[in-house]
Structure formats: structure tokens, C-alpha cells
């Protein structure tokens, strides 16, 4: 059974900085490009970062130099430091597995008081 558990939301002060954490199981996590999207309210689903099964990371540009996207292919996990969070973070954070086909987690609430 496929599983993408995400961790680490919560409600932190503006500056403040989160590491969200998605566990992955019931299938091959290395061969598979990872990424955190987020939804803010009344938005659409947005990608925040990428990471390929190589390491290659992309982001948008919203979160450049504040959130940095990471994998540990042996724990078959995907991280992302987030720093420097402003109330426009504000969102629930998805955990998003592809490569043959594609998965989701159930999302994580992240929000950022001013």
C-alpha cells in the first residue's frame, strides 16, 4: 500500500522557520521524482520544490533561498527547511511522489502568523 505521511506543519511566527517531513512506502521512493505543492486558501495547488531521483532540485521562485527541498533515498524520505516564512507561506503542504505514475499525502497544515 502507497503511503506519503507528512510532518512537521504547525503555526509559527513571521521569520520562523519549519522542516516538513514526508515518509514514503510501498514503492521503489528512489526511482521516483519528489516535490512539496502547497494550497493556500482560495488559491490553486502551487509546486513549492522539486527534487529528481538524481538530486536535481527545482523551486519556485515565490520561496527561492528561503526553502531548500531535500531527499534521503535510504530512509525513503523528502524534507523541506523552511526559512524565512512570511504569512504568504500560509498553506496546506502536500508531499507529491511521480514517476510512472503519481501519488499525494494527505497534506500538512503550515501557517505563519504576522
Known amino acids: 500500500q502507497v503511503q506519503l505521511v507528512e510532518s512537521g506543519g504547525g503555526l509559527v511566527q513571521a521569520g520562523g522557520s519549519l522542516r516538513l517531513s514526508c515518509a514514503a512506502s510501498g514503492f521503489t521512493f528512489s526511482y521516483y521524482y519528489m516535490a512539496w505543492y502547497r494550497q493556500a486558501p482560495g488559491k490553486q495547488r502551487e509546486l513549492v520544490a522539486g527534487i529528481s531521483s538524481l538530486g536535481s532540485t527545482n523551486s519556485a521562485d515565490s520561496v527561492k533561498g528561503r526553502f531548500t527541498i531535500s531527499r534521503d533515498n535510504a530512509k525513503n524520505t523528502v524534507s523541506l527547511q523552511m526559512n524565512s516564512l512570511t504569512p504568504e507561506d500560509t498553506a496546506v503542504y502536500y508531499c507529491?511522489?511521480?514517476?510512472?505514475?503519481?501519488?499525494w499525502g494527505q497534506g500538512t497544515q503550515v501557517t505563519v502568523s504576522s
Open positions: 507529491y511522489a511521480h514517476y510512472l505514475t503519481t501519488y
